[in-house]
T-cell receptor
Framework: DGGITQSPKYLFRKEGQNVTLSCEQN?????MYWYRQDPGQGLRLIYY???????QKGDIAEGYSVSREKKESFPLTVTSAQKNPTAFYLC?????????FGSGTRLTVV | AQSVTQLGSHVSVSEGALVLLRCNYS??????LFWYVQYPNQGLQLLLKYTSAATLVKGINGFEAEFKKSETSFHLTKPSAHMSDAAEYFC?????????????FGTGTKLQVIP
């Protein structure tokens, strides 16, 4: 079955550490997105990529970085510069029918 | 510019009762409108989508939504709530921006279904 796989499901980060969240899709979609979800705030766009080797900042890109070396993969790195990284992170890709979301990664700073 | 307002962060209904989740949007161009559902610790799943073909849109799990341009609304309804409908629901508006679909999500409405 086609879909988006995010890993890990739960991730714990120590202060000052960089961590990378994985997102892989086998839907052959060109566009991929990373969203951050906090309670009561809906989804906020971090980064998006419309094509391989190209990506754009979203509304809250500070403290995050991405790469898009392959069509199937769009990893997100949460750097130590992100002061409040505890959140639920969702990866998505789009077709004409709308977004397909992964099942998310819950990141907690310990 | 575009925005979405979901009225009511929490809605409670009895099992078997009508479900009504409200969404109002603003958009400078004719929009695409969506409703998504999210179960705990999962991603969002598309319920239905409005793309100007018909004002009444039927989705999965018995949900439907009506696009009312005069009211700038896209409310989600279901005639009879089931326990399995308990989840968080997000309304979203989308428009083409520089070749990609810019999507703005509402802040979500948590639906509680009371037995």
């Amino acid at each position: 079955d086609g879909g988006i796989t995010q890993s890990p499901k739960y991730l714990f980060r120590k202060e000052g550490q960089n961590v990378t969240l994985s997102c892989e899709q086998n839907l052959n979609h060109d566009a991929m997105y990373w969203y951050r979800q906090d309670p009561g705030q809906g989804l906020r766009l971090i980064y998006y990529s419309q094509i391989v080797n190209d990506f754009q900042k979203g509304d809250i890109a500070e403290g995050y970085s991405v790469s898009r070396e392959k069509k199937e993969s769009f990893p997100l790195t949460v750097t130590s510069a992100q002061k409040n990284p505890t959140a639920f992170y969702l990866c998505a890709s789009t077709s004409e029918w709308g977004y397909t979301f992964g099942s998310g990664t819950r990141l907690t700073v310990v | 510019a575009q925005s979405v307002t979901q009225l009511g962060s929490h809605v409670s209904v009895s099992e078997g009762a009508l479900v009504l989740l409200r969404c109002n949007y603003s958009s400078s161009v004719p929009p695409y409108l969506f409703w998504y559902v999210q179960y705990p610790n999962q991603g969002l799943q598309l319920l239905l989508k409005y793309t100007s073909a018909a004002t009444l849109v039927k989705g999965i799990n018995g949900f439907e939504a009506e696009f009312k341009k005069s009211e700038t609304s896209f409310h989600l309804t279901k005639p009879s709530a089931h326990m399995s409908d308990a989840a968080e629901y997000f309304c979203a508006v989308s428009r083409n921006s520089g070749g990609y679909q810019k999507v703005t999500f509402g802040t979500g409405t948590k639906l509680q279904v009371i037995p």
